[in-house]
């Protein structure tokens, strides 16, 4: 199985900071990464596909890099809305399999 | 757009079975594949299994590969996962979501299981 490495586990960041979340993958998926942002009660949304690929509706302050084992999700400009958990996710291949997630909270 | 409607909650008694249903509406011309995720509370996403809805294949996670089972109705576009056997660390929210790039998912089914 892919093991899929998120860091920082929690971070607490100001509105308009830069926030960068980081995500390794065990060995190369290419770029068949996705992020997920998941608030309390709620069912995870779509931010990113495809490593770098905006889900339609998302805002531009979301950005995703990468590609092999390492990828990276910017949040340029945080917003109050932007608290939550953040999940990465491979599916390169079976089992498909989620980071550990990253919980941002706006100071 | 696509949406998809889940099954409401669920209580059920440990040995039990439970039968999630996710109900596609909207643009259903397209048909996607389907995968299942669940999240206990105050924890992480954990893959289920996937099933293609055209050829009804499907590819088991191994930790549920005895437990589980994915089935689809075509002409009600209604997807379902079937756990058997249950516990209580079975208890989580159960999620249905379409072939990653979509997107979409499920409003989420929460699966009790206590005696």
């Known amino acids: 199985d892919i093991q899929m490495t998120q860091s920082p586990s929690s971070l607490s960041a100001s509105v308009g900071d830069r926030v960068t979340i980081t995500c390794r993958a065990s060995?190369?998926?290419?770029?068949?990464l996705a992020w997920y942002q998941q608030k309390p009660e709620q069912a995870p949304k779509s931010l990113i596909y495809?490593?770098?690929s905006l889900q339609s509706g998302v805002p531009s302050r979301f950005s995703g890099s990468g590609s092999g084992t390492d990828f990276t999700l910017t949040i340029s400009g945080l917003q109050p809305e932007d608290f939550g958990t953040y999940y990465c996710?491979?599916?390169?291949?079976?089992?498909?399999?989620f980071g550990g997630g990253t919980k941002v909270e706006i100071k | 757009q696509v949406q998809l409607v889940q099954s409401g909650a669920e209580v059920k008694k440990p040995g039990a079975s439970v039968k999630v249903s996710c109900r596609a509406s909207?643009?259903?011309?397209?048909?996607?594949?389907i995968n299942w995720v669940r999240q206990a509370t105050g924890q992480g996403l954990e893959w289920m299994g996937w099933?293609?809805?055209?050829?009804?294949?499907?590819v088991y996670a191994q930790r549920f590969q005895d437990r589980v089972t994915m089935t689809r109705n075509t002409s009600t576009s209604t997807a379902y996962l079937e756990l058997s056997s249950l516990r209580s660390d079975d208890t989580a929210v159960y999620y249905c979501?379409?072939?990653?790039?979509?997107?979409?998912w499920g409003q989420g089914t929460l699966v009790t299981v206590s005696s």
């Open positions: 060995q190369g998926i290419s770029n068949w």
């Open positions: 979501t379409l072939s990653t790039s979509t997107g979409h």
């Open positions: 495809g490593a770098s």
């Open positions: 099933m293609n809805p055209n050829s009804g294949k499907t």
């Open positions: 909207g643009d259903t011309s397209t048909s996607y594949d």
């Open positions: 996710q491979q599916y390169d291949s079976y089992p498909l399999t």
